[in-house]
């Protein structure tokens, strides 16, 4: 069963613009990662946050977890057209032998 | 550079006939696993694998096998491929530690199953 759901499905902004997304999960998480997709590509790993981490930054990225409300956000900050893609939540629950659930993604779309 | 490669890229084949698909790493990850992602219902682990002959079933495996006989490659087997496992599939590798560590994924593989 899926454990992330992302929010919004979709997302269309402005270049320059900041694009947040939402992760929500239902059991207890060693941690929270968040992937992004090109079209049909790979998944690229961007943010990892542990269970006992509140708030983490990379680059123009910053990740918020609250464990107590089973949720996360992704901000990019600044947007590029180049941050075009699908963003997927994943979690690592405990006892799970490292298996990540992901949610099915947010289809962010930066306009030129 | 630390990568997941996998092949083939792309595949059509046909109802029944075996295939296999590689994956390697090159950065000693004792933990490996493989996905497939379908529109609407996001990824799924078939199997995973935590060590050289330790192989196990993940969300999915039913129509897949794997083996794990050396660290570094852990190719998923369709011993008898059907439409529904027309999809994308990825291979990812990870250190096996209990600290959180990302896990680096594959450029995945198409498969269709006509």
């Known amino acids: 069963s899926q454990q992330g759901e992302e929010d919004p499905q979709a997302l269309s902004i402005q270049e320059g613009e900041n694009a947040t997304m939402n992760c929500s999960y239902k059991?207890?998480?060693?941690?929270l990662q968040w992937y992004r997709q090109n079209s049909g590509r790979g998944l690229v790993h961007l943010i990892l946050?542990?269970?006992?981490?509140r708030e983490k930054h990379s680059g123009r990225l910053r990740v918020t977890l609250d464990t107590s409300k089973k949720s996360s956000s992704l901000l990019i900050t600044a947007s590029r057209a180049a941050d075009t893609a699908s963003y997927f939540c994943a979690t690592e629950r405990r006892g799970s032998n490292y298996k990540l659930t992901f949610g099915k993604g947010t289809l962010l779309t930066v306009n030129p | 550079e630390a990568q997941v490669t996998q092949n083939p890229r792309y595949l059509i084949t046909v109802t029944g006939k075996k295939l296999t698909v590689t994956c390697s790493q090159n950065m000693n990850h004792e933990y490996m696993s493989w996905y497939r992602q379908d529109p609407g219902l996001g990824l799924r682990q078939i199997y995973y694998s935590m060590n050289v002959e330790v192989t196990d079933k993940g969300d999915v495996p039913e129509g897949y096998k794997v083996s794990r006989k050396e660290k570094r490659n852990f190719p998923l087997i369709l011993e008898s491929p059907s439409p529904n496992q027309t999809s994308l599939y990825f291979c990812a590798s990870r250190e096996n530690s209990a600290e959180g560590y990302e896990q680096y994924f594959g450029p995945g593989t198409r498969l269709t199953v006509t």
């Open positions: 059991t207890s998480i060693n941690n």
């Open positions: 946050i542990r269970s006992n981490e």
